[in-house]
């Protein structure tokens, strides 16, 4: 349950993400809204990514709470359909539920993080070169805990051609296809 709590909100603050407003991008609002209507799923929030690398992805617990991240480099750098292209694959992710898995999967790993010694590790051990029994535990028992839940996760996921499903909904498929 600890998980849940205020995933989206945790996550944004931990990527540095930024809203993006209707009034700063009408067109994506537009796109975002069209798109979601037609898959009958609430439309996500819209975030951008201050960075020039680029990237585009979508996460989320819940439909109704799911996000899109933008980076300013893709806005930039692509035109309008590619853009509307990658959207419609992203929220086709949503509208399948793929978000949900990835988003879990990332706060269980945050949660590990937690969890690990390996980043509290003082100067003096640096310069000993000393391994600790805490230190020892961290890295062979609990971080490899991690891939009971990715192995389960992956197991129930559904095997559907997210870039098939993408274009039939957007019908931009040259466009996917170039960005």
């Not at 009034?23 to 609430?42: D, F, G, N």
Request: hydrophobic share 45%.
């Amino acid at each position: 349950l600890l998980l849940y709590f205020k995933a989206e909100t945790s996550i944004a603050h931990k990527l540095n993400l930024t809203s993006m407003t209707e009034a700063e991008q009408p067109e994506l609002y537009h796109i975002v809204r069209e798109l979601s209507r037609r898959l009958q799923i609430p439309a996500p929030q819209l975030k951008r990514l201050n960075t020039q690398a680029l990237t585009i992805g979508a996460y989320g617990l819940r439909k109704s709470k799911a996000c899109i991240v933008i980076s300013d480099g893709l806005l930039e750098s692509i035109s309008r359909c590619e853009l509307s292209a990658l959207l419609g694959r992203e929220i086709t992710a949503i509208w399948y539920g793929d978000t949900c898995l990835s988003t879990w999967f990332s706060r269980f790993l945050g949660a590990l993080e937690i969890l690990s010694f390996s980043r509290n590790i003082d100067r003096s051990f640096q310069l000993k070169r000393k391994y600790s029994l805490k230190w020892v535990l961290s890295q062979m028992v609990v971080l490899p805990l991690a891939l009971i839940p990715k192995h389960l996760l992956l197991s129930v996921r559904r095997n559907v051609d997210l870039t098939r499903e993408s274009i039939k909904l957007t019908h931009l498929s040259a466009e996917l296809a170039e960005s």
